[in-house]
């Protein structure tokens, strides 16, 4: 009964490739995240999306590209990886309202080599 | 944007004793304040959070308080356990912001037996 689920969650890839990792909730959100969390532990908003729609496009690469098939599911496909891409990929679903706060997924390890 | 400040970056307690962590924030319409428990290699869980027309929140051993004036909250864990020990994130968040979470750096908990 996994409420926030990522896949995959590990993935070492060269760079130049490109990447993609998938997030599904099952809780009946309607908002959902992706924050990237460095290898300081910073944790960073990238996007959100509610009922499908973009609403937040924090100063991202556009090498980053989101995509919300419906509200269940977010997306985030990768192009030409970069060293500096290594992170955690945390991603995250919310309540309009934070009626119950934030839920994450269990993340993505990227490693850029 | 918001920026949210959080102190200690690291905190060393016997177990038994109590642990504050401080944070501010910079925006005055910030009015949703989460904390968040980090376990080595897991995701960010919400352990509690408060809204601005809440001055204090308490759940058991841990209770947050919230200043707005002073634009400051704090988290306190009272009679620490060894399973306390975690990086815990304080963070700020307002309404119309597509709901996006601005985190603190984090605070490393150590509690030794």
């Known amino acids: 009964d996994t409420a926030v689920s990522q896949t995959p969650k590990y993935l070492v890839t060269q760079m130049g490739n490109d990447k993609s990792i998938k997030c599904e909730q099952n809780?009946?959100?309607?908002?959902m995240y992706w924050y990237k969390q460095d290898s300081k532990k910073f944790l960073k908003i990238m996007f959100s999306?509610?009922?499908?729609?973009?609403?937040i496009n924090e100063t991202v690469p556009n090498r980053f590209s989101p995509k919300s098939p419906d509200k269940a599911h977010l997306n985030l496909h990768i192009n030409s990886l970069e060293l500096g891409d290594s992170a955690v990929y945390f991603c995250a679903s919310s309540q309009e309202g934070y009626t119950q706060g934030y839920t994450f997924g269990s993340g993505t390890r990227l490693t850029v080599v | 944007g918001e920026n949210v400040e959080q102190h200690p970056s690291t905190l060393s307690v016997q177990e038994g004793d109590s642990a504050v962590i401080k944070c501010t924030y910079s925006d005055s319409a910030s009015n949703y304040f989460p904390w968040y428990k980090q376990e080595l290699g897991k995701r960010p869980q919400l352990i509690i959070d408060?809204?601005?027309?809440?001055g204090e929140k308490k759940d058991q051993r841990i209770a947050v308080t919230l200043n707005k004036t002073a634009k400051h909250f704090s988290l306190h864990i009272t009679e620490t356990q060894p399973e306390d020990s975690a990086v815990y994130f304080c963070?700020?968040?307002?309404?119309?912001?597509?709901?996006?979470?601005?985190f603190g750096k984090g605070t490393s908990l150590l509690v030794t037996p």
């Open positions: 963070a700020a968040s307002k309404a119309n912001s597509g709901y996006a979470l601005n």
């Open positions: 999306y509610n009922n499908k729609e973009l609403i």
């Open positions: 408060i809204r601005s027309n809440v």
């Open positions: 809780l009946g959100h309607d908002t």
